[in-house]
């Protein structure tokens, strides 16, 4: 049987596509305050300029491929049970090859019933526009978690934790919560290893290697590491 491997992946291994970050200098963050398009106050203040903004998103996605880290973490699908689970709103990771991937924050590639959260709908290349609905007559919004929501794929994320033999984290320096909360579902002694350039503060992690390199330059490094657990 092969061993469960959970892959956590942050927007650092994205940002290698070429894909910004929020936090980075130069940043979506500067062009656009958080409260202007990432919160549900600014959905019902200035619909469209919130549609705008993550259409412009989804185009920069559809221009992206996936890197060598999204590849790396595919391929090992041939060694491990793996389980990929992502901040991340893109989907390098399904591109890449990677067959199991929740999604903490949304979907770039979907949008949802304003009314009903389970009514979810792929976008692909499509611009969302005021005016296009789900079947309960409601305007469709992006399947995005704002700032401020809850997020409804945290308890599966933190049960998948708890199932891991071995634990990656690559393109995240676990500061952002809840999310960077799942680490504390690990359990005690598990091989675990930050890929990330970062500073981190999850002390805690008894098993824990840091690997100070970006997702893409740090791979070599981690398959490496991994081989001794196959």
């Known amino acids: 049987m092969k061993k469960k491997l959970v892959v956590f992946t942050g927007a650092g291994i994205s940002a290698e596509s070429g894909i910004k970050t929020f936090r980075d200098a130069g940043g979506l963050w500067e062009e656009f305050r958080i409260e202007d398009v990432a919160t549900f106050e600014a959905w019902t203040n200035n619909r469209d300029l919130v549609l705008e903004f993550y259409n ?3 185009k920069q996605v559809l221009e992206a491929e996936p890197n060598a880290a999204h590849l790396f973490i595919a391929e090992l699908e041939k060694t491990f ?3 990929v689970i992502t901040q991340n709103v893109d989907d390098l990771h399904e591109r890449a090859g990677s067959s199991k991937v929740l999604h903490l ?3 770039l590639m979907k949008a949802r019933s304003s009314v009903d959260e389970k009514l979810i709908y792929s976008l692909h290349d499509k611009e969302l526009k005021v005016g296009d609905l789900c079947e309960k007559g ?3 919004r992006p399947h995005i978690v704002w700032f401020g929501e809850l997020v409804p794929e ?3 994320a933190n049960h998948l934790a708890t ?3 071995l634990f990656v984290v690559i393109g995240t320096s676990l500061n952002v919560y809840p999310a960077a909360g799942v680490v504390n579902y690990v359990r005690p002694y598990i091989h675990t290893w930050l890929l990330d350039p970062g500073e981190f503060n999850f002390y805690s992690v008894k098993e824990l290697k840091h690997i100070k390199k ?9 398959r490496l590491e991994l081989m001794k657990h196959m």
């Open 105 to 107: 924050h949304g979907e």
């Open 81 to 83: 049970d793996v389980q």
């Open 154 to 156: 945290m308890d599966n």
């Open 214 to 222: 970006t997702a893409v330059h740090g791979v070599d490094d981690l």
């Open 163 to 165: 199932q891991a033999d």
């Open 56 to 58: 412009n998103r989804r």
């Open 138 to 140: 409601s305007q469709l």
